[in-house]
Structures are given as C-alpha cells and as structure tokens.
C-alpha cells in the first residue's frame, strides 16, 4: 500500500513574498487557506523561479477566525489584527500584497489603504461597487506602481475556458442572447452570511461572475441594465434586502449587432435542493449553441446520513477538491485556488523576475491583463452600480428602472417611469 504522505519537497533558499488577509469566512477556507498552505512550501514559476509565499496575519471583525487558525496551524507568529487600526497594523507588519474577501461593500476601504501604502492588492468580486471608487483604486496602483486585480475564479473554471476558445478561434459566431443562473441554499443568507446581508442582494454576491463571464467571452460595448427581484424570505417584503434578483444587460458589438443576457440569482433555495448550489448558462449564436449545467457535466453523490447537508450531492471536482493523488499525497486543487496562485506569480514576475531596471516594464506588462486587472472591470462595475441603484429606488416604491450606458446623458443615466428626466450617476464615459 502506497504511503499516505503529505510532505512538500524541500527548497534550500527561495525567494519570498509576504501575504496579509482582509476577512477569513468561506471564501478563505475554500481557496485562500488552500493556497497559502502549499504555497509556504514553494511555487514554481519560469520567468520568476522558486518563491514562497507566507500568510502573516489578518484582519477581521472579531478576531475569532483568526485565533482558530492559526491554532490549527499551530502559528503562534500568526498576527490577529482587530479593532479600527487592524488594516493598518496589518499593512504594517511587512506585507508585500493583501487579499480582500470582506463583504463587497468593505472592500474599497482595504483595497485604498493597501494602495496608498505601495502594497498589491487582489480583490474579491465585485471589486468595488461604483465607478468612481474603481477609478480612485486604478489611480493610486498607477501612481504607486503596483497590481490592483480582482478574483473571477469562473473564468478559469475549465468550461468556461472551452467556450471563450470557441469564441475566440470564432468556432461559435456572434453571440445572440444568453441566459445564467445560480440559485444557492437558504443556509447561505440565513448562516454563512447572515451577519452582512442587511440591504444587499444576491445579484452583485454572484451574478457578477456572469457578467464578468460574459464581458470578457464576448467583448462589445454595455449599453443599458435592468433590473428586478423578490423579498420577503431573508428580510422585510417592503424591504430593501432581496431574496432573489433578474438581471438584463444589452450589449452591442462591433458589427452594430445587439445581444441581450438574463442573469438570475438566488439564495434561498432549500437546503436540501439535490444541486446545493446550482449552476445553468446558456448561449445563442449566428451558428450555434452553447449550454452547460453544473448537476449535468460532473458527479453525484449520495452518503447516507451525509448528503446533501454535510456532503453535497452534486460535487464540483473542478473549482476545488480534497484529493488522495496516485502516489500517496493529500492535496487540495481546483480553479478556486488556482487563480489565487495565478495572482501570486503575477507579483512574483513583477518583483523577482528580472533587475530592478525593468520592473516597470514587468508591471506594465501584467497590468494589461484584462481578465483580472481592475482598469479592465469597467463594464463589470458599471452593471454592478446600476443593479444596486435600480433596486434601491426599487426598495423606495419607484420599481422598473433602467439605466443607459454611455449615452447622451453620460457613463451611466437612471431613468425611471413617470419621471421626465434622467438620474445621472456617472458623467465620465464608461
């Protein structure tokens, strides 16, 4: 029987990077933990070499998670910052980049500290929630020289991948319409999250990855958002946090073509709904089309006793799993945690892959990589900011909104019905 081993192989001297942490919720335990965990024994990278990368500390709320890892990790050097200098104490300690994967109205405060202290920073989607923060975070990384990215691990997921090869080698021709949705159980507002979602919505937690997906896919220009969606379940029917939410987006592309995409969101699905959290997309070309489900393209289990509350029934293998490899090692793997470590090389390449003559060129050449670089998530940001306009006025009795991107009001315009003139909500073009 093959030895069940979990030993990394030995490096003598390495390069390093040091690493601090905004938030230790879910997303941490999923793919940042995996990460750092394998990461503080060596990555490999050829244009930069053998580097490790050391999680220092982080900043939470409370400090609870904090305390709870780094016991299980038995890291008394651990730092556990709290309090309202925690981000600044932990920027302090000697970071070189930090990873925020607070709630997504908190993450601009974290991303501009980092920013102003010269630190890299990687971002949870959404990166921030408004045009005009996005803009003063893509400033202070031009101006301090360093990488401001966001996190869309579906971009990486291997379907996804697929599609944008078939796109891009024009296989599928010209993209009609579209339809996503991902519904997630009831114990993801009402537990995991339930301390944040007081006037947040489902659409900007997760339909994002969907607009990220189609943006960067498809290309063409945003022309307008619409929005609606349901309460009642995880708060107050008249009130201003949302159970369920359906987005449109109208783009138009270079040949003067339109395609419309519906984006529906959900977190109150039963618990003990067999998909947990379900994935569908569909899209409609000139020659074809495209459709991918996540109960139809993997595996389902069933643990009695275990499923579908401690194991899930469907389970992803791709995004990030537990794995026992033929040679007797435990490892953990999948898109979630790859695209973290694809950001951990990219500050790699930047810091240690040449002189420090051409670290601007280094730096100038990362920064234009549009499927994580914040200068590239304008659309993004902007479908995200009407979606949370629309529903607020929503929320305020003036439902059906629409806003219109880069008309001849501005970046972006909130019209609403019975009301003669346009909101505008950002002058700049989008």
Same mark, same amino acid.
């Not at 390495?14 to 941490?28: H, K, P, T, W």
């Not at 990873?99 to 202290?117: G, I, K, M, N, T």
């Not at 498809?218 to 107050?236: E, H, I, P, W």
């Given at each position: 029987?093959?030895?069940?081993?979990?030993?990394?192989?030995?490096?003598?001297?390495?390069?390093?990077?040091?690493?601090?942490?905004?938030?230790?919720?879910?997303?941490?335990?999923?793919?940042?933990?995996?990460?750092?965990? +394998?990461?503080?024994?060596?990555?490999?990278?050829?244009?930069?070499?053998?580097?490790?990368?050391?999680?220092?500390?982080?900043?939470?709320?409370?400090?609870?998670?904090?305390?709870?890892?780094?016991?299980?990790?038995?890291?008394?050097?651990?730092?556990?910052?709290?309090?309202?200098?925690?981000?600044?104490?932990?920027?302090?300690?000697?970071?070189?980049?930090?990873?925020?994967?607070?709630?997504?109205?908190?993450?601009?405060?974290?991303?501009?500290?980092?920013?102003?202290?010269?630190?890299?920073?990687?971002?949870?989607?959404?990166?921030?929630?408004?045009?005009?923060?996005?803009?003063?975070?893509?400033?202070?990384?031009?101006?301090?020289?360093?990488?401001?990215?966001?996190?869309?691990?579906?971009?990486?997921?291997?379907?996804?991948?697929?599609?944008?090869?078939?796109?891009?080698?024009?296989?599928?021709?010209?993209?009609?319409?579209?339809?996503?949705?991902?519904?997630?159980?009831?114990?993801?507002?009402?537990?995991?999250?339930?301390?944040?979602?007081?006037?947040?919505?489902?659409?900007?937690?997760?339909?994002?990855?969907?607009?990220?997906?189609?943006?960067?896919?498809?290309?063409?220009?945003?022309?307008?958002?619409?929005?609606?969606?349901?309460?009642?379940?995880?708060?107050?029917?008249?009130?201003?946090?949302?159970?369920?939410?359906?987005?449109?987006?109208?783009?138009?592309?270079?040949?003067?073509?339109?395609?419309?995409?519906?984006?529906?969101?959900?977190?109150?699905?039963?618990?003990?709904?067999?998909?947990?959290?379900?994935?569908?997309?569909?899209?409609?070309?000139?020659?074809?089309?495209?459709?991918?489900?996540?109960?139809?393209?993997?595996?389902?289990?069933?643990?009695?006793?275990?499923?579908?509350?401690?194991?899930?029934?469907?389970?992803?293998?791709?995004?990030?799993?537990?794995?026992?490899?033929?040679?007797?090692?435990?490892?953990?793997?999948?898109?979630?945690?790859?695209?973290?470590?694809?950001?951990?090389?990219?500050?790699?390449?930047?810091?240690?892959?040449?002189?420090?003559?051409?670290?601007?060129?280094?730096?100038?050449?990362?920064?234009?990589?549009?499927?994580?670089?914040?200068?590239?998530?304008?659309?993004?940001?902007? +479908?995200?900011?009407?979606?949370?306009?629309?529903?607020?006025?929503?929320?305020?009795?003036?439902?059906?909104?629409?806003?219109?991107?880069?008309?001849?009001?501005?970046?972006?315009?909130?019209?609403?019905?019975?009301?003669?003139?346009?909101?505008?909500?950002?002058?700049?073009?989008?």
């Amino acid at each position: 029987m093959e030895k069940d081993t979990n030993t990394p192989f030995s490096l003598s001297c390495c390069s390093s990077l040091r690493a601090g942490m905004v938030g230790m919720g879910m997303i941490f335990d999923e793919t940042y933990a995996p990460f750092f965990e +394998a990461a503080e024994h060596g990555v490999y990278d050829p244009r930069s070499g053998v580097f490790r990368v050391n999680l220092i500390g982080a900043a939470t709320r409370t400090g609870g998670r904090t305390a709870a890892y780094a016991k299980a990790r038995q890291r008394e050097d651990f730092g556990n910052y709290i309090g309202d200098s925690a981000i600044e104490d932990l920027i302090g300690a000697g970071i070189d980049f930090l990873c925020v994967a607070s709630p997504d109205d908190q993450h601009f405060d974290a991303a501009r500290r980092a920013l102003e202290a010269g630190k890299h920073v990687i971002i949870e989607k959404p990166s921030v929630l408004d045009l005009a923060k996005l803009d003063e975070l893509v400033a202070l990384a031009r101006k301090n020289n360093v990488l401001a990215k966001v996190v869309y691990h579906k971009l990486l997921d291997p379907d996804h991948k697929k599609l944008r090869t078939l796109v891009h080698d024009d296989v599928l021709s010209h993209v009609n319409n579209g339809y996503c949705s991902l519904l997630e159980p009831k114990s993801i507002s009402g537990g995991q999250f339930a301390a944040w979602i007081r006037g947040r919505n489902p659409g900007t937690y997760v339909a994002v990855h969907y607009i990220k997906l189609i943006d960067f896919t498809f290309g063409g220009r945003l022309k307008s958002v619409q929005c609606s969606g349901q309460r009642g379940l995880v708060g107050a029917k008249d009130g201003d946090t949302w159970d369920s939410t359906q987005l449109r987006l109208v783009y138009e592309y270079e040949s003067g073509r339109e395609a419309a995409f519906d984006i529906h969101t959900s977190w109150v699905t039963p618990d003990n709904f067999p998909g947990y959290v379900e994935q569908e997309v569909q899209f409609r070309f000139d020659n074809g089309v495209w459709n991918g489900h996540s109960r139809k393209r993997g595996v389902e289990l069933t643990v009695e006793g275990r499923t579908p509350m401690e194991l899930k029934t469907t389970i992803n293998n791709h995004y990030n799993g537990s794995f026992l490899e033929p040679w007797g090692q435990r490892s953990r793997r999948g898109y979630g945690i790859e695209v973290i470590e694809r950001f951990a090389r990219e500050v790699a390449y930047v810091e240690h892959g040449g002189s420090a003559e051409t670290r601007e060129d280094r730096l100038r050449e990362i920064s234009q990589l549009s499927y994580n670089d914040l200068s590239s998530d304008r659309q993004v940001v902007a +479908a995200v900011q009407a979606m949370e306009i629309i529903l607020e006025r929503h929320a305020a009795g003036q439902p059906n909104g629409t806003v219109e991107v880069n008309g001849k009001h501005g970046g972006l315009a909130l019209f609403l019905p019975g009301v003669a003139e346009p909101e505008v909500l950002y002058t700049d073009a989008v």
